[in-house]
């Protein structure tokens, strides 16, 4: 193992993909295609998604597959896209609360203001196998591996839509895209001109306001700007007392789309958001002395900027390129951890060109910069504190053509080297039949890795202490390796009939090396004084599994004013132990995703421009979080004033009066809660659209 592990780190520090080789290679491509003739290769998605038919629906354009636009009817991927109409007519306030409503996610809320979500099994408070970009930006945070969703309130209004994998996305994604990617795309400036007002209050949600305006610099340039506020009240323990974990948030940013020239865009957006979340820790440790631990209530402050610019170039009929550079910084302060600062730099280059009839390559490199800082605290640290990490990328992908509009044939790969396990590879092939109009055959065959987070490379977190004094440890593994997946998946999409639709996805994930927390043999320690007893937990990757699983989709227009669409999940799951393992959480993991999961909207138009929207969800038990299966209904009454005034009431969790979605899991410390029955208003007004 210690052998290997130094190979990898010198081929990291080695880096050939560094980033002058990802500046320089940019700028040559530029140089040599930069002159080339052409016009524009994609026509946009249409502005309003309400006006088109279900055939036409499905034949949106996405991008999350290929890096490019293609039908969505005929990406070689398990894709499900929110469109902004889905968005309206859900009812729903937050990008979690969206997800819901995608066959095949698992989504459960877990306090107030934290959220486990994933696709195709190993939810939790972190869930490390799932990859999230908002406009081409990663906001999965290397720190915990996973997505800190209470940071990302974005204003709803402004998404166009979002684009969900459900599978592997390594080869043009990278690492984490392993259990899936979902992509949220914000829309053109010249889409959301004018102004909007948007909020309301309920019982659960205090209160909510985004304000927007939208104008043009000139006939080339447009913009805008909006700000954005929620105070959402606290939820209810699972023995019925306060949760303590309300809420608030503000955010304002802005958007530029710049026609340069007709052959070269411009895109350049930001934001900061300041907030406060309220929760409860549970039997910290605080120090060697007894009490030992306690249980407190404390307020974790956030806040958080961005900026990115994007440059498109049109080289020919055949030909463009994309280069993007962004920076985030993300800070929390909370008793638990007294303050994390990360810091990301990042720039990404892509090539497109069709080189023949046959073959269309799309091809690029990236590098990117991590700084964290931790302070930290008798429970919780980082050694170093903190700690610049890179990883550098380069990627090739080719769609060949094997039979024109009969089959396609799709290879490719991304080579890494990263500041852990050094170099990975991650290739797929991927390939679709299109026999008729109606019907879509496809297959993948992928690997994908999940790279180790700090907090599993460096953290030391004091989990209990007792008499003696003792103190049980986990420990992060500089030598842990990444965990590994080799995906085979088989889907088929028809459409029999011009208002029906089916989307089938069938899946076998096999996984390598996935973590284990292991017992290791006690030793004294003398600082911090009392001298002690340290039990060792220490992560290592000594576990192995398979899943297996069936998505089903389906949307049906029975009448012109009457659409209904529904979703069914089946999934399970087997996990193994190396036989040095010590670690019994993995196999009771098995439990920790529902087995079954089914989901039905409808949305009727109703007379006098009134909507009524509703939607059912289904989930099965998770057995070994000790949460029962719960039925959820969401209601949505819709009434359009006016052209420009939409008035809408929203009752949600109507089934019951609380219930319980998640339960505790590893690097989280609060107290569960309850989701409470909740009721709200809600108002819009646009005006002034030029």
């Not at 003696?468 to 992060?476: D, S, Y």
């Not at 289904?618 to 008035?647: I, M, Q, S």
Request: net charge negative; hydrophobic share 35%; glycine share 8%.
């Amino acid at each position: 193992m210690v052998p290997i592990t130094k190979f990898r780190r010198s081929l990291s520090d080695k880096c050939l993909f560094n980033w002058k080789f990802v500046f320089i290679s940019a700028m040559a491509s530029f140089c040599l295609y930069g002159n080339a003739e052409g016009n524009d290769l994609a026509k946009p998605n249409p502005a309003d998604l309400a006006e088109l038919s279900l055939e036409e629906l499905m034949d949106i354009k996405v991008t999350s597959v290929s890096k490019k636009e293609q039908k969505l009817s005929q990406s070689a991927a398990a894709i499900h896209v929110i469109t902004q109409e889905d968005i309206r007519r859900s009812g729903l306030n937050s990008i979690p609360e969206l997800l819901r409503t995608v066959p095949g996610l698992q989504v459960a809320q877990f306090d107030a203001n934290t959220w486990a979500i994933t696709a195709r099994g190993f939810n939790s408070r972190f869930a490390s196998k799932l990859l999230v970009l908002i406009d081409g930006r990663s906001i999965y945070t290397p720190i915990f591996s996973g997505i800190n969703w209470d940071d990302h309130d974005l204003p709803l209004e402004d998404i166009e839509r979002i684009e969900v994998i459900r599978g592997p996305g390594g080869t043009l994604w990278g690492a984490n895209a392993v259990n899936g990617v979902i992509n949220i795309i914000t829309k053109h400036t010249k889409d959301t001109q004018g102004g909007l007002v948007s909020g309301g209050a309920g019982n659960e949600e205090n209160g909510f306001t985004t304000l927007r305006y939208g104008g043009k610099v000139n006939e080339n340039a447009q913009y805008r700007v909006y700000g954005k506020y929620f105070d959402r009240d606290e939820s209810v323990t699972r023995a019925g007392g306060s949760g303590n974990d309300e809420s608030h948030s503000a955010r304002g940013g802005f958007r530029i789309d710049w026609q340069a020239s007709e052959k070269n865009s411009l895109m350049f957006t930001g934001d900061y958001f300041k907030g406060e979340s309220n929760f409860r820790i549970r039997n910290q440790v605080t120090s060697l002395t007894a009490p030992f631990a306690s249980s407190f209530n404390t307020t974790a402050e956030v806040d958080g900027a961005h900026f990115l610019a994007k440059w498109k170039r049109q080289l020919s009929a055949n030909s463009d390129f994309a280069l993007q550079i962004y920076y985030n910084r993300e800070r929390r302060k909370s008793l638990f951890i007294p303050q994390l600062l990360e810091d990301t730099y990042d720039i990404d280059f892509q090539h497109r060109y069709k080189l023949n009839d046959s073959n269309n390559i799309i091809w690029g490199l990236g590098q990117r910069f991590v700084y964290d800082s931790l302070k930290s605290n008798f429970g919780f640290s980082f050694s170093p504190e903190s700690r610049l990490n890179h990883r550098s990328s380069f990627f090739v992908q080719d769609e060949i053509t094997l039979l024109p509009n009969l089959v396609r044939l799709t290879l490719g790969s991304k080579f890494e080297a990263n500041s852990y396990t050094g170099f990975e590879f991650q290739p797929s092939a991927r390939i679709l039949w299109t026999p008729n109009e109606s019907n879509t055959i496809w297959a993948a065959v992928s690997r994908a890795v999940r790279t180790p987070s700090r907090a599993e490379d460096s953290a030391r977190i004091n989990v209990t202490a007792s008499a003696g004094p003792v103190l049980v440890t986990q420990f992060g593994a500089n030598d842990f390796d990444s965990e590994d997946l080799l995906a085979v998946e088989l889907g088929y999409r028809v459409q029999p009939k011009k208002n029906l639709y089916f989307d089938l996805a069938t899946f076998a994930h096999f996984y390598e090396n996935i973590l284990t927390q292991e017992k290791r043999t006690p030793f004294a320690e003398a600082t911090p004084a009392p001298a002690h007893t340290v039990v060792p937990i220490v992560l290592d990757n000594l576990g192995s599994g398979e899943i297996f699983g069936i998505e089903l989709f389906a949307n049906w227009n029975p009448l012109k004013w009457w659409t209904l669409k529904g979703g069914l999940t089946w999934m399970v799951n087997d996990f193994h132990l190396n036989a040095a393992s010590t670690d019994g959480s993995l196999i009771t993991s098995e439990d920790n995703d529902p087995s079954i999961q089914w989901q039905l909207h409808s949305h009727m138009d109703l007379p006098h421009k009134f909507e009524l929207d509703t939607a059912l969800y289904y989930v099965d038990d998770l057995e070994n979080l000790n949460v029962p299966e719960y039925t959820r209904l969401d209601v949505r009454v819709g009434w359009h004033a006016t052209d420009e005034l939409e008035l809408s009431l929203v009752g949600q969790n109507l089934t019951d009066p609380k219930h319980p979605e998640f339960g505790n899991s590893i690097l989280s410390t609060g107290t569960t809660t309850q989701v409470e029955r909740s009721v709200f208003g809600k108002i819009t007004w646009k005006f002034g659209k030029k």
